[in-house]
């Protein structure tokens, strides 16, 4: 499932001067590019491109065995590596940065980096358990899993089903563990590009991801809609508050 991991910040200069000093910047086999968004003014568009071993990249699609002979093959016509990008949008008005993948070394590795070159610190956007609940209780129109942390004995409890928000079990779990909710998995109330299309968002407290449930169309999301949920994120989190 497609995963964004959101960082919030203080400050940065503005849109022009902050793409000047991204773009174009290399390290070692890896660089940066960096570009005014064509349709948000108040947003960055960043790609990270960095070289992946072919072997690691296939082992994510196929079994050990297929990908030992595509390996087998791409390495004795000299292809030993893929070129991989990741993308990433900084948003002034929300003042995030989103990075489209999951937190892993390569996540770390390109903060280093933006950190780095911008002079500003890039921290995990994390949320209180009443955070979550101010957001599916807002935004949501379903909520269908939820995820408490450290709840009798258990490291993670996991509660599925429709329409948690009613559910009896649910409801005292709030009552008993209310700092214990860490995840919350919803379908958005927000507007979608290509109609009402009923995909599932699953926000992480501890970790700061949005999960988007996969679809068989297209892999990601449009940005018209994953703006919404930023929107929806930092607002209850309270980055707007001073904006105002």
């Known amino acids: 499932m497609p995963v964004i ?14 793409c000047k000093t991204l773009n174009g910047k290399k390290f070692s086999e890896n660089w940066i590019t960096a570009k005014e968004s064509k349709y948000n003014e108040d947003e960055i568009f960043i790609s990270y491109w960095y070289y992946e071993l072919v072997e690691e990249n296939l ?6 065995e297929d990908a030992h002979e595509i390996v087998s093959f791409l390495k004795e016509n000299g292809k030993s590596k893929v070129l991989k990008r990741t993308y ?3 948003n002034m008005l929300t003042k995030t940065l989103e990075v489209y993948r999951w937190p892993d ?7 280093s980096h933006l950190e780095e070159l ?8 994390k949320l209180s358990p009443e955070e979550l609940q101010k957001i599916y209780s807002n935004h949501s129109t379903e909520l269908r899993q939820v995820m408490f942390r450290n709840v009798e004995g ?21 009552q008993l563990f209310p700092q214990s909710l860490r995840a919350i998995s919803f379908r958005p109330k927000i507007k979608f590009l290509n109609g009402n299309n009923k995909y599932q968002v699953t926000i992480n407290g501890d970790r700061g991801t949005i999960r988007l449930s ?7 999301r449009p940005r018209f809609e994953i703006r919404q949920l930023i ?11 001073n904006l105002k």
């Open 214 to 220: 996969s679809n068989e169309v297209f892999q990601w």
């Open 231 to 241: 929107f929806m994120i930092t607002a209850v989190a309270g980055s707007l508050q």
């Open 105 to 111: 070394e390569k996540t770390e590795e390109i903060i």
């Open 59 to 64: 082992k994510r699609v196929f079994s050990e």
């Open 154 to 174: 258990l490291v993670f409890d996991i509660l599925n089903g429709s329409c948690l928000e009613e559910n009896v079990r649910f409801k005292e779990y709030l």
């Open 88 to 90: 990433c949008f900084i």
């Open 5 to 18: 991991t959101v960082f919030s910040f203080k400050s940065l200069p503005k849109i022009p001067e902050t």
């Open 118 to 125: 911008l002079k500003v610190e890039f921290s995990v956007l």
